[in-house]
């Protein structure tokens, strides 16, 4: 089982830039702890900035320092980054069209025993609405790295969400293609397709491989960027396959189910399961408690598929 | 320009602003007749922004966040040449770039901005940039009284104050009008200097329709080591034309033929000729 986590990659990749790209500037929110920014804020004090616990603040100050020729990493728990900020996010990052990256830290489910104001499963049925903004849910560690490498190519506000504790990787390496906006084929199918993004990836590759011992071929589309959505991937899929099942660490309102149904519904019709946060105060738990109850699994994902097909 | 010529400047941008807003039958006039004069006095006296260069590195930046006051700054932006004068025909029309608030796709705007209580934030986060790359520019984001109330603007006035953003000027526009009435009666503010002062800022009270006042609170002499500053500029709300001064009904109101008319003539335009002042 892989033991880093998620943000720890994003730590780590920062620090790698950092040494050559003076304009990279990392923002916390009294987050430097649990963002696990504490080597970057260390080795790069003057390309580090404390702003408290303020995630307006936070946001606004990333969009001046972009404005002004900064790459911004502002690193704050998702639920608050989120919400607290969303204004500041759609008018000082997006709508101004400022260069600054908004990192969700423990989003999701991660700080499942703290309750619902810790949880983020609102965050990519809002961010999502805003226009400009790139929202990425990377999968495991490897597409961590791969898409801050992106990130830092990329100019514009992105929003990009991370869990809190190291998943279990999808990929064995940094040897594939990835590209923001772009799905990854994990399984070649065509009796189903299972739409996944973050931590519920792996899960969906291995729902793909208990389908394959019941004879049903499931294609896995890794969808880490939530928008722009891959539209081509998702047409592809609802025309070759005969269902889709989303899987999703968010409610099942708005998120990557909503997404893409809006494809399907408009372009070719498919019967559809959206699996996700039910819509209640998630039940306190471990992340991994709290998928299980509602069912996101790779035997939840498996029995709804035979259920579809 | 002299302190005379900034006054007769900043009634051309008067007559300006109320052309525009009696063209455009809408506009927030109040507000922006009492801010013409800081506007004027930053854009014609105290910055250096060049319309030819309207994002060379070392400018001054403004923020303006009372973006509805945004009249001011497109019809200064006409007169200095970052757009042309017929654009403002377009305010507030169909598809327009000059919008009831800035808009940065057009030269010479920095930021968008219509929500209160964000400039603040943007304009440290520059002041921030400034410091680390060590440029000798200043920004200044100009407030509204009523958006004081914002939570966001005090998160903001921590920041700044502790990172010694002495690069940064706040000017709070102190009408001490809003669209509900008086700002004292809407979430009272007073005492105001003492809470900026506590905050950590240098601040300065000045008369904000005062243009020698204006242009000795923007100078770089009185800056104060390590404070940002914060000037308080009391003014009145629809200065200049005295049937909209001190009125909250004019926070949002177009002018009729009459009230243009009579705007006009008391802002110095000769009725009938091309000729004033």
Known sequence: MNKIANREVINNVLVRAAATNKDIIVLASDSRGSAKLGPFADTYP??????????????????????????????????????????????????????VKLIGISGGVSYGALGMSHHSVQDIAVMRAIPNLTVVIPADRFETEKMVEALLLEKGPVYARVGRNPVEDVYDSLDYEFELGKAVTLHEGNDCTIIACGETVRIALDAALLLEKEGVQARVLNMHTLKPLDQQAIKAAAKETKAIITIEEHSIYGGLGGAVAEVTAQNNPVVMKVMGIADEPAIPGTSREVFDYYGLSAEGIKAAALKLI | MDIKQLEVKARKIRRDIIQLIYDAKTGHTGGALSSTDIMTALYYGVMNVDPQKPEMKNRDRFILSKGHSVEPLWCILADQGFIKSDELKTFSQFGTRLIGHPNNKVAGIEMNTGSLGHGLSVASGMALAAKKDQASYRTFVLMGDGEQAEGSVWEGALFAAHYKLDNLVAIV??????????????????????????????????????????IKAFAKEHKVEGKPKLIIANTTKGKGVSFIENQPAWHHKVPTEDQYNQAMKELGLVKGGKGHE
Do not use: H
């Open chain 2, 173 to 214: 526009d102190r009408n001490k009008l809003q669209i509900s009435g008086l700002t004292e009666d809407v979430m009272g503010l007073e005492p105001f200097l003492d809470k900026w002062q506590a905050f950590g800022w240098a601040v300065v009270e000045v008369d904000g329709n005062n243009m020698e006042a204006l």
């Open chain 1, 46 to 99: 003057d390309q580090f900035v404390e702003v408290g616990i303020a995630e307006q603040n936070i946001v606004g100050v990333a969009a001046g320092l972009a404005a002004s020729g900064k790459v911004a990493f502002a690193v704050s728990p998702a639920c608050f980054l989120s919400m607290r900020s969303v204004e500041q996010i759609k008018v000082d990052a997006a709508y101004s069209n400022t260069n």
